[in-house]
């Protein structure tokens, strides 16, 4: 049987007894009908993860037994740093979802020339809001005990500045190059544009800020399918995939 997990920020290693927060107990008591006795699990984004037991529940909240605690170790051997060229609604959520499944580490969300999102009048704030609960989502579902950093909303310029990867990589269809040219990595970043791709001189940025151009393939993908492809390679040539 699979045991449910929750993320808990605010989780201390030492717990005994735990409160669930707001967000945990209405999943777990309202959606699941999860019941007194059940066993779940908790985690706190920053590797620590545990086994609880239901021990008191009402509709207001519910309190666990914090158990043994639990080593995963399933995180990636990669850091990987993904600059996402922000796309509309289902499609942003699908890249971000799957690279976290995919392993990464950090997300920037990048606005380009070709963004077509309005991130203006307190916009940008909410969609980081509900980016932040895919991501955290995709680690329950995924069994990852460590929660991917997310930055604010930069623009490409300054996005480009922030990253220090040793490895920087920009998908770009008419390069030349392709995964398989580059020496293995450890530390990474991957620069992917939005639905309309980057403008030559976007490409140019990014390679003057040391991004080299990576051809991905014969087609022109959607960008939430270069995003999960492009990590799928990574982790299969350099990570633990396959």
């Not at 604010?152 to 398989?180: H, I, S, W, Y």
């Not at 639905?195 to 030559?200: L, P, Q």
């Not at 014969?218 to 982790?235: D, H, N």
């Amino acid at each position: 049987m699979r045991i449910t997990r929750f993320y808990c920020p605010e989780l201390k290693p030492d717990a005994q007894v735990f409160t669930l927060p707001a967000a945990a107990h209405r999943h777990a008591i309202q959606v699941l009908r999860l019941k007194r006795g059940d066993q779940i699990r908790l985690f706190d984004g920053q590797g620590f993860e545990c086994e609880a037991d239901l021990i008191e529940v009402s509709k207001r909240d519910s309190q666990v037994q914090v158990g043994k605690r639990i080593d995963i170790g399933n995180e990636s051997p990669l850091t990987i740093t993904l600059l996402q060229g922000v796309s509309r609604g289902e499609r942003m959520d699908y890249a971000l979802q799957k690279a976290v499944e995919l392993g990464v580490t950090r997300v920037i969300p990048v606005v380009t020339e070709r963004c077509n999102v309005q991130l203006s009048n307190g916009r940008a704030d909410k969609r980081l809001s509900h980016w932040q609960g895919v991501i955290v989502s995709a680690c329950e579902q995924s069994g990852r005990s460590f929660v991917p950093e997310l930055t604010n909303v930069m623009l490409l310029d300054d996005a480009l500045l922030t990253c220090d990867a040793q490895c920087k990589l920009v998908l770009e269809p008419l390069a030349r190059a392709g995964f398989t040219s580059v020496e293995k990595q450890d530390d990474l970043a991957l620069l992917i544009g939005p639905e309309g791709g980057f403008s030559e001189q976007e490409i140019a940025q990014a390679n003057k800020a040391d991004f080299q151009s990576i051809r991905f393939g014969p087609r022109i993908l959607r960008t939430e399918t270069a995003t999960v492809a492009a990590l799928a390679v990574v982790q299969a040539l350099w990570g633990d995939l396959g």
